[in-house]
């Protein structure tokens, strides 16, 4: 009787979940308020440690450690893996260039396209930056098991993929299913 019943609860414990309705104990708007405060909390070392001693903006810190970690890529593809806007992909790129952290050269074959990696500078400041960011990581998560740390980086994949989803027609579902209504006149 007790296998039978391990088997059931095993067969329930693997079968599809049907959506339901959000039912937890805090609202949709409770938990993105907690992942905007995540985001917020997650910047301070970087607002206090780093971006005045090394000159540095976020978004010029994420290229550089994308690209550091990459060895070479093109701007397009660092606003797809970062989830930065292409403008703002745009002016980091610009400024890293300015500070010689970082060389644009024109692909041969595609002129439109630019690939980038970084300079001498630009590497040695990646390297400088790397123990500061892995430290972050550590912290944030050594109060977690393996476990949920596999959780929630699957949960963060998962709506980060549900973000990025595209109609047919290449738009976001996200900003077209979330525009403001608009009153009729």
């Known amino acids: 009787m007790a ?8 067969a329930l414990a693997t079968a599809p979940i049907a959506q339901a309705p959000f039912i937890a104990s805090a609202s949709p708007a409770e938990v ?30 994420r290229l550089l450690m994308t690209i550091g970690g990459l060895g070479r890529t093109a701007s397009h593809e660092l606003a797809e893996l970062t989830g930065v806007n292409v403008m703002s ?5 610009a400024t890293l260039q300015r500070q010689r952290r970082l060389e644009v050269t024109t692909d041969p ?35 977690l098991r393996p476990d949920e740390i596999m959780a929630f980086d699957r949960f963060v994949r998962t709506v980060t993929e549900r973000l990025e989803a595209r109609d047919d027609e290449g738009r976001s579902l996200f900003v077209e299913r979330t525009r403001p209504d608009v009153p009729e006149r």
Do not use: M
């Open 109 to 143: 074959n595609n002129r439109r396209r630019k690939t980038l990696r970084l300079t001498a500078t630009g590497r040695a400041l990646c390297d400088q930056l790397r123990p500061t960011t892995e430290k972050v990581a550590r912290y944030l998560f050594e109060a």
């Open 89 to 93: 992909v745009s002016r980091a790129v």
């Open 3 to 10: 296998r039978n019943t391990a088997v059931k609860i095993r």
């Open 32 to 61: 993105l308020r907690n992942i905007l405060k995540l985001h917020n909390r997650l910047l301070a070392p970087f607002s206090i440690h780093l971006e005045k001693r090394h000159r540095i903006s976020l978004n010029e810190f």
